[in-house]
Structures are given as structure tokens and as C-alpha cells.
């Protein structure tokens, strides 16, 4: 325990955690924007459904209707929020929805969520490749083992935009609302961790999990980013892992580890919930991923076994002089 009552330690964890949330915050808002810009350009354009028409007939492989690939196209540059509204104007059969939307949950934000992964220590051309293969194999997975037979027809949707000022007014208002729900939460993360390790909270959080953790495979110390990743998703949780990767809290390895569960399996709260709006069963969109991240982990655990350290700092190295 530090020395002071308890307001003088809370006004230190405020004042020691909101240097780093606002560096953190500017970070996340630089990568953020210009991405939404770009979308938001694809978009009205109309380049998202034109790369729809050529990778439609890997999707029908899958037992999903060639338009499918629109919604894993837009969830793979936006975000879950994109998905359920593009889902919504498709009127696809239940079960080719709950699939096509289990894929999106694993594979979605690549741009901001990588940059994350990246910079608590994993190489980002790997979490994209395990992503983009995790989705897909379960996407197959629950074709075979989901009540009822798949749909191939053809579907297909219409996005009119008309005039691009009131599109871009919408799109103003809604990265608006992003930006300063990044601030506000990354900094009141922070602080929640500063006034947790203050007061000796994260043990508690910390003992209960151990079983859990053991069977993903995962480190004692990555259970509070496992959480927050959980409850509220990699780009507003990054916050808390980059700070304890950056303090020694978390070493490399232990973060890597943990990388390879929440980039298949994260935000298991707020986004499955999303879906409710459409009829969607939940456990369908939440066992999957979590079954995946688990064998995503050991896989990764097997293989630091046979590779010497030495030669994983050079690959991190020449994965970073890439980027």
C-alpha cells in the first residue's frame, strides 16, 4: 500500500493514468479516421460490392449466398455495427445470417484492431492470416454441424446514396460520436486499472479466473486484458494492454499468447448482443470463437516450445521493420 488516504491515492491514479489514455486515445483516433474515410469513399463508390462479385463464389462453396460476401467485405474495413445494418437490408434465411455473422465477429476492424495486436507484440501479417482463416473455418464448421440445410440462391442489395453531402454529414456525426467515446473510455479504463492495482483489486478478479485461463492456455497475467477485451472489445480495450505491456506488466510472450485468443475471440458481450435484433441465436456466435481461440492458443504454445528465443526476436524485428 501507498502512502495517503484514499482521495489523495484516487486524484494520483487519475493523475498518473490520464497522460498515457490521451497518448493512447490520439493514437487509436490518427489510425481511426483515416480508415473511416476510406470506407466511407469504397462505399458510395461502389468498390465494396464490386469486390463482392468475385469472391461471391467462395462463399457459395460454404453454403452462403454469393451476396454474403458484401457483409464479410464491410465488416473486415468497419465494424460490427456495419454488419447488423447491412444485414438488416438482406433479409438472408436465420441460419445463413447466424453463420455469416459468427464469421464477422471473428473477422472485423482489421486495419485498427491489427494495429493493436501489433503493438502489444504480435506480428500483424499473423493475427491477419489467423483471422481470416479462423472465420472461414468457422463458417464451414457451423455448416456442417447447424439444424437445417443451407441456401445458395442469389440475393442482392441495393445501396443508393444519392447526393454525398448528406452522407458525408452522417458519416461526420457518427466518426464524432467514435472519436469521443475513444476519449472517454480509454481514460476511464486507465484509471480503473491505476485505482485496481492501487487498492489491490485485480487479484481479486484475478483468482476466480485461474481455471479458465489455465484451460485457454493463458498466462496469470494477461486475466485483466482478457477481460477488458472481452467486455468491450479490442480497439477501446488496447488501453489497458498497452499500458501493462509497456510497463513490463505483461512480457511479449505473455501478450502474443494472449493475442491469439482475443484475435478470435473478444468483445463476447456488446457485439453477440447486437444480433438479438435480428432473432439470432447467441450461443451460436459465442462457443465457436471461443472453442477456436482456445486451440489458436496451444497451437501457438506448441510452437514457442521448438523456437528458440533468439530467433523470435529477429522475426518480431524484421515483422516490425516492415510495418
Known amino acids: 500500500m501507498q502512502n495517503g488516504n484514499g482521495i489523495q491515492r484516487l486524484a494520483r491514479c487519475v493523475k498518473d493514468a490520464l497522460p498515457k489514455g490521451m497518448k493512447t486515445a490520439w493514437w487509436l ?20 460490392d464490386m469486390m463482392a462479385v468475385y469472391t461471391g463464389p467462395v462463399f457459395r462453396t460454404m453454403g452462403l449466398p454469393g451476396v454474403s460476401a458484401i457483409v464479410l467485405i464491410t465488416s473486415i474495413f468497419t465494424n460490427i455495427y456495419s454488419v447488423v445494418a447491412v444485414l438488416s437490408t438482406l433479409n438472408l434465411p436465420l441460419r445463413e445470417g447466424i453463420i455469416i455473422a459468427t464469421m464477422c465477429l471473428v473477422s472485423h476492424g482489421y486495419i485498427i484492431e491489427t494495429a493493436v495486436l501489433r503493438k502489444t507484440g504480435s506480428s500483424a501479417s499473423r493475427m491477419l492470416i489467423l ?14 454441424v447447424m439444424p437445417g440445410s443451407s441456401s445458395v440462391e442469389t440475393l442482392s442489395v441495393a445501396r443508393m446514396h444519392g447526393e454525398f453531402q448528406p452522407v458525408f454529414i452522417h458519416w461526420l456525426k457518427a466518426i464524432s460520436a467514435t472519436t469521443l467515446k475513444i476519449i472517454i473510455l480509454v481514460n476511464l479504463l486507465l484509471i480503473l486499472q491505476k485505482i485496481m492495482e492501487e487498492f489491490g483489486l485485480i487479484k481479486w478478479l484475478e483468482k476466480p479466473l485461474m481455471p479458465l485461463m489455465k484451460l485457454f492456455g493463458l498466462p496469470r497475467q494477461t486475466t485483466f486484458s482478457w477481460i477488458v477485451a472481452n467486455a468491450i472489445g479490442l480497439a477501446y480495450g488496447s488501453a489497458i494492454m498497452i499500458s501493462l505491456s509497456e510497463e513490463g506488466k505483461m512480457n511479449r510472450d505473455e ?62 524485428f524484421l515483422e516490425g521493420s516492415k510495418l
Open 29 to 48: 483516433i490518427k489510425i481511426t479516421i483515416p480508415v473511416s474515410v476510406g470506407v466511407l469513399l469504397l462505399d458510395y463508390f461502389g468498390f465494396l
Open 131 to 144: 483471422r481470416f482463416l479462423s472465420s472461414f473455418f468457422i463458417g464451414w464448421f457451423l455448416n456442417l
Open 255 to 316: 501478450a502474443d499468447l494472449l493475442n491469439h485468443h482475443i484475435a478470435v475471440s473478444h468483445s463476447q458481450l456488446e457485439d453477440p448482443l447486437l444480433f438479438l435484433t435480428l432473432g439470432y441465436t447467441i450461443h451460436w456466435l459465442i462457443w465457436p470463437r471461443i472453442l477456436v481461440a482456445m486451440a489458436a492458443v496451444w497451437v501457438r504454445r506448441a510452437e514457442l516450445r521448438f523456437i528458440p528465443a533468439s530467433i523470435r526476436a529477429r522475426q518480431r
